[in-house]
């Protein structure tokens, strides 16, 4: 399979306790974003890379969050010091240089629950 | 604050009927437009796009968008219960990567067969 893959696909954890996901985008792409999805909701965008550059992060939701792209290849978010309004998927995409911004492959996404 | 609006539905169609979902946006300064469905407990996939005014067909589909009306839309011709889905709209602004994809709550389409 050579789509994007991430992990865990579910993540069960007690508030204030520190959670990593991580994305491996689609070889080739260059391009890797990180989306939140709650029920009912549309993807809200969090984070861009472009290679190992993050080029946008003020959209992640405060400073509990963080994500990294070392070597411009996959990728990792973390929360830290979780809370339960941080339960969510979390979704990871990415896509070509040469394509438009918005035509993103999705991975299956990281399901988060704070207890 | 960029919005897209989509009515949630969900949206009933009978089997071999068109499907009609609508979409709004409030940034003018909206770039290119997207349709994403998304089944039950999966994760979103790119069914088309468009960024220039007027229709654009691609099989059973066609988007159509009207920047000054600031409005999209996706038609499913020959409606298939496998098209019963959560299609999303999304935008993308000025900013390319960096604005991100602003997306709608997504309406909930169900084919009758």
């Known amino acids: 399979d050579t789509g994007v893959s991430q992990n865990p696909r579910h993540k069960i954890t007690k508030r204030g306790q520190n959670v990593t996901f991580r994305c491996d985008p689609i070889s080739e792409h260059n391009r890797l974003y990180w989306y939140r999805q709650t029920l009912g909701q549309g993807p809200e965008f969090l984070t861009y890379?472009?290679?190992?550059?993050?080029?946008?992060k003020s959209r992640l939701l405060s400073d509990r969050f963080s994500a990294e792209r070392p070597k411009g290849s996959f990728s990792t978010l973390e929360i830290q010091r979780t809370e339960q309004g941080d339960s969510a998927m979390y979704l990871c995409?990415?896509?070509?240089?040469?394509?438009?911004?918005?035509?993103?492959?999705f991975g299956e996404g990281s399901r988060l629950t704070v207890l | 604050q960029k919005e897209v609006e989509q009515n949630s539905g969900p949206l009933s169609v009978p089997e071999g009927a068109i499907a009609s979902l609508n979409c709004t946006y409030s940034?003018?300064?909206?770039?290119?437009f997207f349709w994403y469905r998304q089944y039950s407990g999966k994760s979103p996939e790119l069914i088309m796009f468009i960024y220039s005014n007027g229709d654009k067909e691609d099989g059973r589909f066609t988007a159509q968008l009207n920047k000054a009306s600031q409005y999209v839309s996706l038609l499913i011709r020959d409606s298939q219960p496998s098209d019963s889905a959560t299609y999303l709209c999304?935008?993308?602004?000025?900013?390319?990567?960096?604005?991100?994809?602003?997306f709608g709550k997504g309406t909930h389409l169900i084919i009758q067969p």
């Open positions: 940034d003018r300064g909206s770039q290119s």
């Open positions: 995409a990415s896509s070509l240089g040469v394509r438009l911004h918005g035509e993103l492959f």
């Open positions: 890379f472009q290679n190992e550059a993050q080029l946008e």
């Open positions: 999304a935008v993308m602004g000025s900013g390319g990567g960096a604005d991100g994809l602003t």
